[in-house]
C-alpha cells in the first residue's frame, strides 16, 4: 500500500468528537449505571427471592404435616396400579392357546422379587428371591372342570385337576370364583376378596418349636406346655383329637388340624396339682405374651390368594370357560411388610413392637395384610369362615390368636373409631385420626383409600386402605420439633437478611466505579489502534504495555499483526497444497468407490448363494437349478416353472424371490386351480362390495397385496380362456380392474407361473392361449421328478427324518441300510411330496431308534416297483402316466373309494384328483 492510498483511506475515518460529554453519556457513566444495575437487579432479585421463601417455608411447614398422608396415599396407589397389571395379565392369559406349555411359559414369565426374612430364630438372615406372581394359573371348562392347572411352577397331573364348581372342592374349599366368572358379560374381570386359610398366633410364631428348644426348662415342664398349648388349640377349634392310646405307663393324644392329614402326638403329662397348672399356666401365657413376629421366622405364613377370573368366549360370543390367576397374598405382604410408617428407609420387616408399622384391609373393613397374621382374615381347613374378634371372644381365642380382625366389628371397647375410618375410606378420603389400638394404647392413624372398583369392589369403588400407624405421643412430639426448627429458621433469617444486602450493596457500587474509572481510557487507547489495523496499517503501534487484562490484549493485539504478516504468506502456499491434496483425495475416494462396488457385487452374490438353506441339491440337476436362480433372480422377468406334482416347484419360486431385489416385500403364492373362473378372478384382481352375490363388502386382489413384491400362479395350466385373456392384458399392462368397478389400479408385480400339464398338448387342443404362453415362458426352469435326481432322495430323507422326529418327540436318528437301499430304488410317482409323508408315517409308527423298510407301510407291490425288474421284463417297460395312474387307482382302493381321503394319502388337491379319475374313466 502506498503512502497516497494510505492517506486516502485514514481521511475517511471520521474524527473523534471533541467538547464535554455528559457523566451519563461517557463510557465512564454508562459502565457505572449498568455496574449500578447489573448490581442492584440481582440483590433486589435476592430480597425478593428471601421474603419468598419466607412464605415457602410455611407451607413447608404445612407440607410436613401433610408427609405421612402422601406416603400413605403413595403406597395406596402402587397397590391399585399391582391389581390392574394383574387384570392385564388376565386378559394375556385369554388370548394365549389354551395348552400346558403355553401356561408353564406364562408362568415362568410373571414372577415378581420379595425381600423376607430366614434362617432361624437365632441367627436371622435376609432373603431376596424370585418367585412366581401366582400361586395358580388354570383354564376351566363351562361345566366346572379344570383342563389346565399350574400351581406355581409346575403342571398339576390331569387326575388331580378338580370341579370347581363345587365350592367345597376349591383350593380353599369355599371360592365361588368360577360361578362368578361365568355369570359375567365377555370380557368382564371379577377379582375376589382374599381367600386363604387362617393362621393362629401359636403357628405364625412356631410355639411348639421354642418350647422344644427351651434350654433351662426340664422335660415334663415342656411336656406340660405342649400338653397346655395343644389343649387350648382344641378349645378353639384349630385341632381335633383323633386318638388316644397308652404305651409302657405312659398317656398319649393324636391330634390333627382339620382338613389336613399331618397328625401331632402329645404325650399326657398326668394328673396336675392346682398349684403346678397355674404356675405352668402362667409361665406359659407368659412366654407366649412375650413374642411378636419379629421375633422368630421359624413360623408358618399366611397361605391365601386374591382371584383375578374372565370368560372366554369364541368369535361367536359363546363361552369356552374361565381362565383364572390366583394373586399369590406374598406379594401383597410385600407392599407393607417393609414400611415403618415414622421412618423414610425401607426394612425388611417393620415388626410390631412400637406400633410403627404399616397394613391393608379390604373395602368391608378384613385385614389382609399385618406384622400379625393371625389378624388377616381365612377360613378353617374344612372351609368355614373363621369369626372375626369381638367383645365376646374368650381369652383363649386371643391367647392362640384365633381371631382375625374386621375393623368394622370392633365395637367402642376394643377399637375407638376405627369404623368410623372405613366409612370415610369408602367416600374416598385420607385422613390423620387417633384410635386405640386392641391393647387400649392410644395410637395415631394415617389412612388412605386404594381406589379400585373391578370385581367384588365394585360396591364402594375402592380395594380397600392403607393404614399407617404409631404412637401417638410420638407422632406429637415430631410434630412439635418440626414447628419448633420451622420457627427458629424463619425468625433467624428475618433478623439476618437486611444488613448483608445493605453492605453488598455499598461494596458493588464502589467497586463499580473503581473499575469503570481504570477501564475507560487504556480501552479507548486500545479501540483506535484496532481502527487503524482494521483499515489495514498493520505497521500501527498498540498502546504501552500494562501490568492487567487490558495489557494482556494489547499484547494480543501485537502477536495478532505479526501473526497476519506470517499468515498471509502461508496462506498462499497452503492453499496450493490444498489444491494438490484435494485432487488427490478426489482420487482416492474414487478407488474406494469402486472397491465397495466390487464388494458390494460380491457380497449380494454370497446373500443369494445362502438364500438355498432349506433346498437339498445333491444332484447335478437341482445344482445347475440353483445356479439359474442366481442368474435369473435379480431381474424382473416372468419364470415359467414346469415339472411333476410334489417336486417342490413352490420352494424353487420362493427361492427365486428370496434372491431378488423384491425379497423384502411379500411373496403371494394362489393355487389356479383351487378356484372357478369367477372366484379366481375375484382372488387375483379383487373385488367392490355388491360385485356378485355374496360380497359384502369391498376385497383387495393378490395383485395388490403383492405390489411390489411377487406373484406365484401355481397349476397355472387349469386357468380357463376367459381367465387367460385377463390375466395376459394385466401383464402387458400391469393394471388390474377390481371386479366390479371401472376403476384401474396400478400395480408392480413379478409373476412367477407352476405348472405339471403340457402346454404345448393344451395349446394344440386350444385349452391354452399361445400368447400368454409366450408371455409367461420368457425364462423357463424345469424340475425333474425324484426318481431322476437320486442323489436327493436320502439327503431329502434324513431332513425329514429328524423334522418329524423332533415334532412327534420320538427318538429316531436315521435310516437302516435296507431302508436307504429301498428309498434309492422306489420309483417315487408322488415325488419330494411322497417321500415327506411316507417319511412323516415311517417316523410316527416306528418302534425303534432306525427306521425299517416296514415303518414306510407302503403296498407290495409298491415295494416290488422299487427294486429294479430284470432285463427285458415286459413289467418294467411301462410309462410314468401308467405308474401314476396304478398308484392313484390303488391309494383309492385302500381307502374304500373316499376321494378325500385319497387325495390327503397322495398330498394333492381334491379337484385334480377328480380330474385325473375322469380322465382315467374317459380312456376306458
Not at 610 to 630: D, L, N, Y
Request: hydrophobic share 40%.
Amino acid at each position: 500500500m502506498n503512502q497516497t492510498e494510505q492517506t486516502t483511506r485514514r481521511s475517511s475515518v471520521p474524527p473523534v468528537r471533541g467538547g464535554t460529554v455528559g457523566p451519563f453519556r461517557s463510557l465512564m457513566g454508562r459502565l457505572l449505571v449498568a455496574f449500578l444495575v447489573l448490581c442492584a437487579l440481582p440483590l433486589g432479585a435476592v430480597g425478593f427471592y428471601v421474603s419468598h421463601r419466607l412464605s415457602d417455608v410455611r407451607r413447608a411447614a404445612h407440607r410436613s404435616a401433610t408427609t405421612y398422608e402422601r406416603r400413605a396415599q403413595s403406597i395406596a396407589r402402587r397397590v391399585a396400579e399391582f391389581l390392574g397389571e394383574c387384570e392385564k395379565d388376565l386378559v394375556e392369559l385369554a388370548a394365549l392357546p389354551r395348552s400346558a406349555e403355553a401356561y408353564l411359559t406364562f408362568a415362568d414369565q410373571h414372577r415378581r422379587e420379595i425381600w423376607i426374612r430366614g434362617g432361624t430364630n437365632d441367627q436371622m438372615v435376609e432373603i431376596r428371591r424370585s418367585i412366581p406372581l401366582y400361586k395358580e394359573i388354570s383354564f376351566i371348562n363351562p361345566s366346572g372342570s379344570e383342563q389346565i392347572l399350574v400351581r406355581g411352577e409346575n403342571l398339576v397331573p390331569r387326575s388331580e385337576l378338580r370341579d370347581v364348581s363345587d365350592p367345597a372342592r376349591t383350593t380353599y374349599r369355599r371360592e365361588r370364583y368360577f360361578e362368578r366368572a361365568m355369570a359375567n358379560k365377555p370380557q368382564q374381570i371379577y377379582v375376589s376378596h382374599l381367600h386363604g386359610f387362617h393362621l393362629t398366633k401359636f403357628e405364625q410364631l412356631g410355639v411348639d418349636r421354642l418350647i422344644e428348644r427351651l434350654v433351662d426348662t426340664d422335660e415334663r415342664a415342656k411336656k406340660i406346655y405342649r400338653f397346655m398349648l395343644y389343649s387350648w388349640l382344641q378349645q378353639v377349634n384349630a385341632v381335633e383329637i383323633v386318638n388316644r392310646y397308652r404305651e409302657a405307663d405312659n398317656g398319649y393324644i393324636v391330634y390333627r388340624v382339620p382338613g389336613k392329614d399331618r397328625t401331632v402326638t402329645i404325650e399326657d403329662p398326668g394328673p396336675l396339682g392346682e398349684a403346678e397348672r397355674r404356675a405352668r399356666e402362667m409361665e406359659l401365657r407368659h412366654l407366649v405374651d412375650e413374642l411378636a413376629p419379629e421375633d422368630v421366622v421359624e413360623g408358618e405364613r399366611f397361605d391365601g390368594v386374591i382371584r383375578f377370573a374372565m370368560p372366554v368366549v369364541d368369535d361367536q360370543g359363546n363361552k369356552l370357560g374361565v381362565v383364572s390367576l390366583a394373586l399369590d397374598h406374598t406379594h401383597l405382604q410385600q407392599f407393607t411388610q417393609h414400611v415403618r410408617s415414622m421412618e423414610e428407609n425401607a426394612v425388611v420387616f417393620a415388626g410390631y413392637r412400637g406400633a410403627n408399622y404399616t397394613y391393608l384391609f379390604d373395602d368391608e373393613g378384613w385385614i389382609i395384610t399385618h406384622p400379625k397374621m393371625w389378624n388377616i382374615r381365612g377360613v378353617d381347613r374344612r372351609g368355614k369362615p373363621v369369626a372375626p374378634y369381638t367383645a365376646k371372644s374368650d381369652s383363649i381365642e386371643r391367647l392362640t390368636g384365633r381371631i382375625p380382625v374386621n375393623l368394622m366389628k370392633l365395637d367402642w371397647k376394643l377399637g375407638r373409631g376405627y369404623h368410623r375410618l372405613v366409612y370415610k375410606l369408602q367416600q374416598g378420603r385420607t385422613d390423620i385420626a387417633s384410635a386405640f389400638n386392641l391393647g387400649g394404647v392410644p395410637r395415631t392413624r394415617v389412612y388412605s383409600p386404594i381406589f379400585y372398583s373391578t370385581g367384588e369392589y365394585a360396591k364402594h369403588g375402592i380395594f380397600g386402605g392403607v393404614m399407617l400407624g404409631t404412637d401417638s405421643q410420638s407422632f406429637i412430639q415430631l410434630m412439635r420439633q418440626m414447628n419448633v426448627d420451622i420457627s427458629n429458621q424463619i425468625s433467624a433469617l428475618r433478623r439476618s437478611i437486611f444488613w448483608p444486602l445493605l453492605v453488598v450493596f455499598l461494596c458493588v457500587a464502589v467497586l463499580s466505579i473503581v473499575v469503570a474509572r481504570n477501564l475507560v481510557r487504556p480501552v479507548r487507547l486500545l479501540s483506535q489502534a484496532a481502527r487503524r489495523i482494521g483499515e489495514g496499517d498493520l505497521d500501527s503501534p498498540v498502546p504501552p504495555h500494562r501490568g492487567d487484562e487490558i495489557g494482556v490484549l494489547a499484547d494480543a493485539f501485537g502477536e495478532m499483526v505479526r501473526s497476519l504478516k506470517q499468515s498471509f504468506a502461508k496462506l498462499n502456499r497452503r492453499n496450493q497444497e490444498l489444491k494438490e491434496t484435494q485432487q488427490k483425495l478426489l482420487r482416492a475416494e474414487k478407488e474406494k468407490q469402486r472397491k465397495l462396488e466390487q464388494e458390494v457385487a460380491q457380497l449380494q452374490q454370497e446373500i443369494a448363494r445362502s438364500s438355498f438353506a432349506s433346498m437339498i441339491a445333491r444332484s447335478p440337476q437341482m445344482k445347475r437349478i440353483q445356479e439359474e436362480i442366481v442368474r435369473v433372480a435379480s431381474s424382473s422377468a416372468t419364470v415359467l416353472i414346469r415339472g411333476d406334482n410334489g417336486t417342490g416347484k413352490e420352494l424353487i419360486a420362493e427361492s427365486i424371490h428370496l434372491n431378488s431385489g423384491r425379497r423384502e416385500q411379500k411373496f403371494v403364492r394362489v393355487n389356479c386351480a383351487s378356484f372357478n373362473e369367477n372366484l379366481l378372478e375375484s382372488e387375483l384382481f379383487g373385488h367392490v362390495k355388491g360385485a356378485y352375490t355374496g360380497a359384502a363388502a369391498d376385497r383387495k386382489g393378490l395383485f395388490v397385496l403383492a405390489d411390489g413384491g411377487t406373484l406365484l400362479l401355481d397349476e397355472i395350466g387349469d386357468m380357463s380362456l376367459n381367465m387367460q385373456k385377463k390375466l395376459l392384458r394385466t401383464l402387458e399392462q400391469g393394471e388390474i380392474t377390481p371386479l366390479g368397478s371401472h376403476r384401474v389400479i396400478r400395480v408392480d408385480v413379478r409373476i412367477l407361473a407352476a405348472t405339471n400339464r403340457d402346454f404345448e398338448q393344451l395349446m394344440g387342443a386350444g385349452q391354452f392361449r399361445e400368447d400368454l404362453y409366450h408371455r409367461l415362458n420368457v425364462i423357463n426352469i424345469y424340475v425333474p421328478p425324484l426318481r431322476e435326481r437320486k442323489a436327493d432322495i436320502l439327503p431329502l430323507a434324513k431332513r425329514f427324518v429328524r423334522q418329524f422326529a423332533e415334532a412327534e418327540d420320538r427318538p429316531v436318528i436315521g435310516l437302516s441300510a435296507e431302508a436307504e437301499q429301498f428309498l434309492q430304488n422306489y420309483p417315487w410317482p408322488g415325488n419330494v411330496r411322497e417321500l415327506k409323508n411316507a417319511t412323516e408315517r415311517a417316523v410316527v409308527r416306528t418302534r425303534n431308534n432306525i427306521l425299517e423298510v416296514d415303518d414306510f407301510q407302503l403296498a407290495i407291490e409298491q415295494r416290488n416297483a422299487s427294486t429294479p425288474a430284470p432285463v427285458g421284463d415286459p413289467s418294467s417297460e411301462i410309462t410314468l402316466a401308467e405308474a401314476e395312474k396304478e398308484h392313484i387307482l390303488r391309494v383309492l382302493a385302500r381307502c374304500d373309494g373316499n376321494k378325500k381321503s385319497a387325495a390327503r394319502i397322495l398330498d394333492i388337491g381334491y379337484n385334480t384328483l377328480w380330474r385325473k379319475l375322469k380322465k382315467y374313466e374317459e380312456s376306458n
